[in-house]
């Protein structure tokens, strides 16, 4: 079992700079892969972003481009999503999950743990 707890969100400015955290305990954090994924109301759950558990693969939704970066520190269990220049569209909450270690591309259905969330909110 991995547990994940999402720390971070909050209410932010259009054009502001958020961090969020994903503490891990359970299971070597260095097994498994990590992702970042966001529901705003009304819409589906969709990717932001992949980091492997050797941080040599990251993946970034086209969305979040060159806007948000993924990191995770493994001596710690902790995945990190540093959001800069923040769009009104950006509001949702955002969740962490993880995945085993793995070579393949991933896909939504690997991840077997998640996070509860933690809400982003941009306004105007």
């Known amino acids: 079992q991995v547990q994940l707890v999402e720390f971070g969100g909050g209410l932010v400015q259009d054009g502001g700079s958020l961090r969020l955290s994903c503490a891990a305990s359970g299971r070597t954090f260095s097994n498994y892969d990590m992702g970042w994924f966001r529901q705003a109301p009304g819409k589906e759950r969709e990717f932001v972003t992949f980091?492997?558990?050797?941080?040599?693969?990251?993946y970034y939704a086209d969305s979040v481009k060159g806007r948000f970066t993924i990191s995770r520190d493994n001596a710690k269990k902790t995945v990190y999503l540093q959001m800069n220049n923040l769009k009104l569209e950006d509001t949702a909450i955002y969740y962490c999950a993880a995945r085993p270690a793995q070579a393949t591309i991933p896909t939504s259905s690997d991840y077997q743990y998640w996070g509860q969330g933690t809400q982003v909110t941009v306004s105007s």
């Open positions: 980091i492997n558990w050797s941080r040599s693969r990251t």
